[in-house]
């Protein structure tokens, strides 16, 4: 690629970029109400995207051969402990992600 088409290319991606942090803005104007479907939208997607990506981690995942799943079923405990606790989902994740690491690169093996 050269220098021109590499700058052209990143140039779309950032305006493409730009364009999708303001058009929340452009849409929904801080003066007019927010449609009652987009604020449904913003109470249940949250928990339907981590329901997905937690069905999409796990889709591979081998219950009938070593490790039994055992290292996912361990973080996932401890991710579930961790949010119970302290109520901290950047805590949680990250706990949940170091242990998993662990397990699967020292324990494992």
């Known amino acids: 690629m050269s220098t021109p088409q590499a700058l052209l290319f ?3 991606i950032a ?7 303001f058009l929340p803005f452009l849409l929904f104007p801080e003066d007019k109400e927010i449609p009652g479907y987009i604020q449904y939208l913003g109470k249940v997607l949250p928990y339907t995207v ?3 990506l ?8 081998r219950v009938l051969r070593y490790p039994y799943a ?5 973080a996932i405990g401890l991710i579930i402990l961790l949010q119970l606790w302290r109520k901290n989902m950047l805590l949680s994740i990250g706990g949940g992600t170091l242990a998993y690491m ?5 324990v494992f093996v």
């Open 10 to 12: 990143f140039g779309i």
């Open 15 to 21: 305006g493409a970029t730009i364009l999708l942090r």
């Open 50 to 52: 981590i329901g997905m």
């Open 54 to 61: 937690t069905v999409y981690c796990l889709r591979n995942t």
């Open 70 to 74: 055992l290292p996912e079923t361990i």
């Open 102 to 106: 662990i397990l699967i690169q020292r």
